[in-house]
């Protein structure tokens, strides 16, 4: 028996078109974004030439003790703010009389670990510049010049970033300067 096509059956084949189009498009433009920062395993580009890679994130993001973020995981765009504000934060530090570097990130991830009964471990270079940077960050904000020049500073490093929109987008005020992309196309799962 030969099925002849309904007026419902041909508008909701127009509907399936129509639906797959849109979602055929995003992947086309968040793949082109991807690769217009011209490095593939660039998580950010900071100041045109200082590259902070995927793999710098995924190791901070393995690496980092919970306890530091009162035992909830860091977000990937907060761990790529703080590395790519690293080099702008030690030259602020330098000016301001803040400088801290390993040695003192790696006196305060051994004390996080040992207060949780942890035994010492040896953390990468870019977990290391994450905590130098938060540790300067927090000695920077207890003057008001110092803060100020932060802020200062953030606003004018927010207009030569450019980020992996896997990661996040730019932040127009350079308060996060990293955050999470929203995406209105995904659905939220239900809880």
Known sequence: MRRTMTPRTSSRRAVVRVLVVPGVLAAVLGLGACSALGDPS???????????????????MAELPLEISNDQPVAPAQVLTFLAVSGTVEELAGEYGAILGDAEA????????????????EYSPATLDLIATNLMLGQLNQSE?????????FLLLAEDLEVNPRYGEVTDDGSLLVVPARHP?????QA
Not at 106 to 121: C, M, T
């Open 42 to 60: 660039a998580a950010a580009i900071v100041d045109g030439e200082t590259v902070v890679t995927q793999a710098d994130v995924a190791t901070v």
């Open 106 to 121: 790696e006196e305060f991830l051994a004390s996080v670990d040992e207060q949780a009964g942890r035994p010492a471990v």
């Open 145 to 153: 010049d110092s803060a100020a020049a932060i802020e200062e500073r």
């Open 185 to 189: 196309w995904l659905v939220a799962p």
